[in-house]
């Protein structure tokens, strides 16, 4: 019986709170995500889908799903990287996101690579 082949994908995530297109009176708060993905895998995967779970402050959840990112479906060699920016809108001043992306690698075995929990939140300010 053969070990199943592993297949790390690093993922790194970097957010930023968008105030130019954020309304607080209106409790709208919007947010911008840069996610940077790395095969660290023995061979080459492409990314199907991904699948978000974004909590606001007040414990509502929205589940995202879709296919690729950004309109894009990468396909990665071992050691290569992919970066995107997207977004999100909450309607509280702080939320959380976390999800997995599905991917398949080139041998047809399919996989997950779990996308941890980051935060979203508007800067501190001082008063």
Known sequence: M???????IDIQVRTRYLDEQSAPEQNRYVFA??????NRGPQPAQLLSRHWIITDANGRVEEVRGEGVVGEQ??????????YTSGAVLE????????AYQWVADDGTPFEATIPQFILSIPRTLH
């Open 74 to 83: 990468p396909r990665l060699r071992p050691g290569e990287g992919f970066e």
């Open 33 to 38: 995500y840069t996610i940077q993905l790395r």
């Open 2 to 8: 053969s070990t199943p082949v592993r297949h790390p």
């Open 92 to 99: 509280t001043a702080m939320g959380t996101m976390r999800g």
